[in-house]
Each structure stands twice: as C-alpha cells, then as structure tokens.
Nanobody, 120 residues
Framework: QVQLVESGGGLVQAGGSLRLSCAAS????????MGWFRQAPGKEREFVAA????????TYADSAKGRFTISRDNDKKTVYLQMNSLKPEDTAVYYC?????????????WGQGTQVTVSS
C-alpha cells in the first residue's frame, strides 16, 4: 500500500505561486496513476489534476487549466503540483492520492493534506 505525505502549502497573496509535493512510499508508486484533490471549508473534496504513471499524460479540472501543472519524479517517488496565478478561491487543503480509475476516482487512502491559503 502506498503512503502519502503532502507538503509545500502556505499563505500566499493572490497572483502568487506555490509548489506542492507529495512524497510516497511503497514499491508500487511508479506504476500508479496519481492525482491532486482539494477540499475547501464547507465543500466536498474535488479533483484538481491527474498524471498517469509514466508521466506522459495529464489532465486538469477546468479551474486549474492554464495555471497549475502536475508532474512526477518516479525515482524520488514524488508528485508535484506547481500552482501559479493563485486566486482566493484556490484556498483549500490539498491532497494527493493514487487513482483507482483515470482520471479522477481516487483510492480511499489519503495523507494529512497541506493547507493553501490565498489572500486577496
């Protein structure tokens, strides 16, 4: 089973950037499609971005297109989410997860998440 630890969140002004990291354990990581999700206060968790296991194909929620970039380094067992042009509505706890079904159905196994707060 893959265990996940997210990091890189913080407080940033609107228009700023953050790079999130998700460090995974487990030998299966290199063959698992991975996704980023987020949950804002009072809202359900939602899909943000996904990357297939080879790192060749990616897909994004409409809210992330053109601003966020997902990538991975299988040697480091890490998935990244580069977030640019951040908006207050991006404020949420961000989670990574392995994908049961491409592109946005996750396994029910989550890390602690990392808080992203964007001030206006």
């Amino acid at each position: 089973q893959v265990q996940l630890v997210e990091s890189g969140g913080g407080l940033v002004q609107a228009g700023g950037s953050l790079r999130l990291s998700c460090a995974a354990s487990g030998r299966a990581f290199s063959f698992v499609n991975m996704g980023w999700f987020r949950q804002a206060p009072g809202k359900e968790r939602e899909f943000v971005a996904a990357i297939e296991w080879r790192g060749v194909s990616t897909t994004y929620a409409d809210s992330a297109k053109g601003r966020f970039t997902i990538s991975r380094d299988n040697d480091k067992k890490t998935v990244y989410l580069q977030m640019n042009s951040l908006k207050p509505e991006d404020t949420a706890v961000y989670y990574c997860a392995g994908l049961k079904t491409w592109p946005s159905l996750p396994f029910d196994s989550w890390g602690q998440g990392t808080q992203v707060t964007v001030s206006s």
